[in-house]
Each structure stands twice: as C-alpha cells, then as structure tokens.
C-alpha cells in the first residue's frame, strides 16, 4: 500500500503564492508520474500539472504554476504563483506507482484545500 500526503494550502490573497508538498511512501519500488490536480465546488476534477517523461501544465496556470520533483524522496511540489480566485479548489497530488512484483497502481492524496480571496 502507498500513502500520498499533501501539504501547503491555505488561505491567500490574490497575486499571493503558496507551496503545496506531496510526499509518496510505502511500497514503492518507483514512481513513474506525479501530479496535481484540482476540484473546484460544482466543477469536475481537472489536471492542473504532470511530472512524467514530460513536464505539462494546464493552459489556465502555464507561465504562473510551476511542478517540481525530488525522486529520491519520492516527493513534488507545486509552486503557486500569482495566484487567483479562480485557482480556488482542492488540490489533489496523484502518483503512478511501481510497486512490487512490477506492477503499477495509481494512488490519490487526501487532497488541500486551496482559497484565493481577499
């Protein structure tokens, strides 16, 4: 079994930042992808940012958002930059995980809550 455990949300005001922490533990033999994605009250859960053979991010947060990932501690982080009301939703941390035997899981976090407000 993998743990996925985030942290780093929060309350901020618009054009603030924040830094949210995913870090991956148990059985794990490798990690093939980490990412972010996000909920927002009546909206689907949408990927926000993807760290796997490439690094990709949502149109809505390109130039402003900014993944990041230490495989040795299997942890990533999502730095938040300028952020904005609409960035506010729970932000879930996502691992594809190689575990024993070779065979690959998909894990989700608990998920944090993300608030832009004045």
């Known amino acids: 079994q993998v743990q996925l455990v985030e942290s780093g949300g929060g309350l901020v005001q618009p054009g603030g930042s924040l830094r949210l922490s995913c870090v991956a533990s148990?059985?794990?033999?490798?990690?093939?992808?980490m990412a972010w994605y996000r909920q927002a009250p009546g909206k689907q859960r949408e990927l926000v940012a993807v760290?796997?053979?490439?690094?990709n991010y949502a149109d809505s947060v390109k130039g402003r958002f900014t993944i990041s990932r230490d495989n040795a501690k299997n942890t990533v982080w999502l730095q938040m930059n300028s952020l904005k009301p609409e960035d506010t939703a729970v932000y879930y941390c996502?691992?594809?995980?190689?575990?024993?035997?070779?065979?690959?899981?998909?894990?989700w976090g608990q998920g944090t809550q993300v608030t832009v407000s004045s």
């Open positions: 996502y691992a594809e995980v190689v575990g024993q035997h070779k065979l690959t899981y998909q894990y």
């Open positions: 148990g059985s794990i033999f490798s990690i093939n992808t």
């Open positions: 760290s796997g053979g490439r690094t």
